[in-house]
């Protein structure tokens, strides 16, 4: 049996229902626990107290479901680092995974400093299940100690309106926040609007160690009628989702696209600079709005082979 702090029980059911346990093999005597403060996350000045430079925990977040509309959801999961400075890379392994383990992998391995403004990664990936499936369980260990987080359709508090425009919205025509269509230009891909489904996809293509790699999206305002309002600024961001240890180096991992004709195709170029040779992911945020309001953003994920 595994023994849950108190406080972090707490925190649990103010942040999505993270669960912090001590490792079994430590017993009740191991490192002292983590504590959180709920301030952080609901105070008027989001807290500080919590963060560090490095050594502190990165707590997996789930985020909400979206109902698919055919007996299936897609289960929002994100993160928080409490991480000022520290980017820390987790492999797949007994150090973070996910349960049941036929969705273990899908996670990440990288994972970075506690952002500015809203103070934590949104929905970086979604797991699709069958409604009122078993939870699917996302772990991540640090100084013996278990992060959790339950991801289920079980609560319609969980529940997000839709997967790409708040439902009570932007029904007047006066516009509001819109996620954007994300299509992969280079290398090729799919494209994708929302949050929901596995996202946009490129790959895998073949890079080599100390020399860049060239990246390009198209990111489009979906055409709708009610919807449209003025034309939408969207906000590009690009990580290292997976991959060996090291960083990756993007000549611009910030990209913003000004609004212009509300259908207009607009280009988001840049290039990636890999550390070492490996399997990589990276991944592609578009957003329109901020992340706090729970939207509107689409992800796309690039896999690349890294040889010497």
């Known amino acids: ?40 996350e609901f105070g008027p000045l989001m807290s500080m107290r919590n963060l560090r430079p490095s050594d502190m ?22 993160y928080k680092s409490l991480n000022l400075e520290e980017r820390r890379d987790v492999a797949h392994g007994p150090d973070n995974f996910i349960e049941p383990a036929r969705f273990d992998g899908v996670q990440p ?3 970075l400093e506690v952002p500015p403004g ?8 979604a797991v699709n299940v069958p409604l009122g499936s078993e939870p699917v369980v996302w772990t991540l260990k640090h100084n013996g100690y278990d992060y959790a987080t339950p991801g289920h359709t079980g609560s ?11 439902a009570d919205r932007g029904t007047g025509g006066e516009g509001g926040s819109i996620a954007p269509l994300v299509e992969f230009v280079e290398p090729a891909g799919s494209a994708h ?4 489904g596995s996202g946009a996809r490129a ?5 080599r160690v100390g020399r860049p790699l060239t ?12 919807y449209m309002g003025e034309p939408k600024t969207f906000n590009v961001y690009w990580y290292k989702y997976q991959g060996p240890p090291g960083e990756v180096v993007f000549a611009e991992s910030t990209i913003r696209l000004e609004g212009g004709d509300a259908v207009e195709r607009k280009l988001a170029t840049t290039t990636a600079t890999f550390p070492a040779p490996g399997e990589y992911v990276l991944l592609v945020q578009a957003l329109n709005s901020s992340f706090p309001s729970q939207c509107c953003w689409t992800n796309g994920y690039v896999q690349v082979t890294v040889v010497e």
């Open 156 to 166: 319609i508090n969980y529940k997000l309106d839709n997967t790409w425009y708040p």
């Open 57 to 78: 925990p990165v707590i997996p977040i789930f985020g909400g479901w979206i109902d698919n509309g055919n007996g299936t959801a897609d289960l929002c999961f994100g």
């Open 109 to 111: 391995t990288f994972f």
């Open 193 to 196: 609007v929302g949050r929901a």
């Open 1 to 40: 049996m595994r023994l849950r702090h108190p406080v972090l029980i707490l925190a649990a059911l103010l942040i999505a229902c993270p669960v912090m346990t001590p490792s079994p093999a430590l017993g009740q005597d191991a490192v002292t626990p983590f504590a959180f403060d709920p301030a952080f």
């Open 118 to 125: 809203w103070h934590r990664h949104y929905c970086v990936f």
């Open 203 to 207: 790959g895998p293509v073949t890079a």
């Open 215 to 226: 990246l390009s999206i198209a990111v489009t305002q979906p055409l709708i009628e009610a």
